[in-house]
């Protein structure tokens, strides 16, 4: 690894830059918009700018901006996805998880079979996309384990559903097991820093291997190199100053972009929940307008990044943040091992949004919002540097919405309701006509056909 990797978050850089910022004259502020609206993403130094701004004025044209990056990038899709918890054995010491060392609980691995009856539990509910989520214990959950569980994922059918792409978010770890990740076909590989601030980072995590900030830094840099090309980001909020965490992403990304031409395809958002046994008593927990506006900001610092809320979130902030730019949600989801096939589990931190997936699809619809399974991009080859340059050019447009409207119309005739059938129906046919490319609007329609005629598994 390159000095390079070791030294892109200076913390006293940062500081300043966020003393420096406050106070943005207008004609400044007006180009940083005006850039951030062309869709050419922002630098760090834009970043902290439009995050030091105190100004009311000014926050609600960010609001507004974000608002209109969203829809020009993504339109009014949402992705959906849920997470599976396989192990919550974990050697770590997180003051902030409930499945820290130490801590007495019943903990639980599962076997390839009872992971077979977690997939068919969330295939019943229609999802395609799975995020693998596991505690790290490198005796007990080995990569080889984790390996046969995405086999195990990725072989269950059951009735119409079948998962399609499993994001992996598990610890840090070296380059041989990312190789290993990569030849089992995983979609992104996600790892929250939790904070970029070392003096905090090193206090929250005091044993284990986590407990190794550069080690945990230098992760991402680690999976690119054994060839995972697309990485997901994450923070999270309410360990350190929201403000400094968003620029240091933003470094992060252009680091990852410097050495290997693609920074994250994703960054997830995750706020400090109440989690059984936590030790810890959040200082920095931004207020909800607070984090309405640090999604915004990384909205139009990055716009072809997926940025992801979970169920972490309530019903409420989540409709706010699809304003402000989110593009994926989870959506039924148990943060427990064995949670959708079991009952009593212990859960990593409490939710916010226990609505099932089904009234999460609704009330999207009812929104205006394309609820999306689409997992075309990575099943054909469309991923890291070549993905973000399609999306870049405006091209991955023409085949996001086909596949989102193909997607759901899939969803509505295996899952859903008479009322979810007659609504997405009519948004269907009212989408259709969003597709620009004739040709296109024209393939999209003759699959649409194929799925009300049984065929299954189609895109674009
Ligand atoms: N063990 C892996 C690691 O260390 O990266 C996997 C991560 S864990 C299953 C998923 C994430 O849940 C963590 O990275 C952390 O950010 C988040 N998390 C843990 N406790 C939380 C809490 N109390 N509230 C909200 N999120 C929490």
Known sequence: MSNESLQFIDEEYIHRLLGDTR??????????????????GLTHQETAALLSTGSQEQIQRIFEAAKQVREQVYGDRIVLFAPLYISDL??????????????????KKLSQEQ??????????????????????DP?????????????????????????????????????????????????TYILFQ????????????PAGPKSDYLYHLTALDRAMEAGLDDVGAGVLFGLYDSRFEAIALILHNEHLEREYGVGFHTISLPRIRPAQGSVFAPQYM??????????????????????????????????????????????????????????????????????PVSEIIECLIRQGNIPSFCTACYRSGRTGEYFMDMAKSGNIK???LPNSL???????????????????????????????????????????????????DLYV
Do not use: W
Request: charged share 30%.
């Open 23 to 40: 106070d943005i004259p207008g004609a400044a502020f007006g180009d940083i918009l005006d850039k951030a609206l062309k869709l050419k």
């Open 90 to 107: 974990c050697v770590n010491s997180c003051l902030y998880c409930s499945f820290r060392h130490g801590r007495g609980f019943s903990r």
């Open 115 to 136: 992971i077979r009856a977690e997939v068919r539990a969330l295939e019943a509910m229609g999802h395609k996309r799975l995020a693998l989520e596991a505690g790290e």
């Open 139 to 187: 005796d007990a959950c080995p990569i080889e384990y984790v390996v046969d569980a995405l086999k195990t994922i990725y072989s269950e059918k059951h009735k119409s559903g079948d998962i399609r792409r499993v994001n992996v978010n598990i610890a840090a770890t070296g380059t041989e097991d990312y190789r290993k990740l990569k030849e089992a076909g995983i979609g």
């Open 194 to 205: 939790e904070t970029y601030h070392r003096r905090t980072y090193e206090t929250v995590h």
């Open 286 to 355: 931004p207020s909800d307008q607070e984090f309405l506006r640090t999604a915004a900001v990384l909205r139009l610092a990055v716009p072809f990044t997926g940025i992801i809320i979970s169920t972490r979130e309530s019903p409420g902030m989540r409709k706010k943040l699809i304003d402000c730019g989110i593009s994926q949600l989870s959506g039924g989801s148990r943060a427990g091992v064995g949670g959708y096939s079991g009952s009593g589990v212990a859960a990593q931190f409490d939710v916010d949004d226990e609505r």
């Open 398 to 400: 023409n085949l996001c």
């Open 406 to 456: 193909i997607t759901l119309a899939e969803y509505a005739a295996d899952y859903g309701s008479e009322e979810i059938i007659q609504k997405a129906g009519k948004l269907i046919a009212d989408q259709l006509d969003g597709i620009t490319d004739e040709s296109m609007r024209e393939r999209t329609r003759e699959i649409l056909r194929r799925i009300k005629n049984g065929e299954r």
